[in-house]
């Protein structure tokens, strides 16, 4: 069985652009999870999404958005991109909103130069 | 919002001693989970505890939650090379499941 997929897996934008990330969830699981992993700084929770609806977000500025779509999948939008926005993104899913274990992707490294 | 905090940041120890990490809500939580990343690879999913002043172990690792469910440690007995990475806490207070910084353990043989 797939476990979660995320492309690209690396992604070279600069200051001012806009990057597009993109999640495929185990199959049968709702629920997707996207957080930040810059260095030194942990795992930074940034979205959260169940049943195609956004259940919390995290504390980071509108420019990061994104949805899940009727397959469950996801995709993270960074918008006006800053060098601090340099990090892995890592998508996790799992089987339901009250959430079990995390399953999660390989991540996808963004770089803004 | 929901906070948790763990320390320590970093611990080295010779192969054989014994390593601990420390986990604190600012909330109380409905569960709390523990995972793993070895350098250059994601989080793997190690244990979920639920009840209050639980205990779980798995071979050298023992995992506590704390009777008022606002903490939680991972202890290691005897640790090897093998677990070098960083260990995340993962606590769920009713919203969002909201990952510690890590402790990040190296090894030396």
């Known amino acids: 069985e797939a476990g979660v997929t995320q492309s690209p897996t690396h992604l070279i934008k600069t200051r001012g652009q806009q990057a597009t990330l993109r999640c495929s969830p185990i199959?049968?699981?709702?629920?997707v999870y996207w957080y930040q992993q810059a260095l030194g700084l942990g795992l930074q929770f940034l979205l959260w999404?169940?049943?195609?609806?956004?259940?919390n977000r995290g504390n980071f500025p509108p420019r990061f958005s994104g949805r899940q779509f009727p397959n469950y999948s996801s995709e993270l939008n960074v918008n006006a991109l800053e060098l601090e926005d340099s990090a892995l993104y890592l998508c996790?899913?799992?089987?339901?909103?009250?959430?079990?274990?995390?399953?999660f992707g390989e991540g996808s490294r963004l770089t803004v130069l | 919002g929901q906070q948790v905090m763990q320390i320590p940041q970093y611990q080295h120890v010779q192969e054989g001693e014994d390593f601990t990490t420390y986990c604190n809500s600012s909330?109380?939580?409905?569960?709390i989970q523990w995972y793993k990343q070895r350098p250059g690879g994601h989080p793997v999913f190690l244990i979920q505890l639920v009840k209050s002043g639980e205990v779980k172990k798995q071979k050298r690792l023992t995992f506590q939650f704390g009777e008022a469910k606002k903490n939680s440690s991972l202890h290691i007995t005897a640790t090897q090379t093998t677990d070098v990475g960083t260990y995340f806490c993962a606590g769920q207070g009713g919203t969002a499941l909201i990952f510690g910084k890590g402790t990040t353990l190296s090894v030396s043989s």
């Open positions: 996790a899913s799992t089987g339901g909103s009250n959430t079990g274990e995390l399953f």
């Open positions: 199959s049968g699981h709702t629920s």
């Open positions: 999404y169940d049943e195609g609806e956004e259940r």
């Open positions: 909330t109380t939580l409905s569960n």
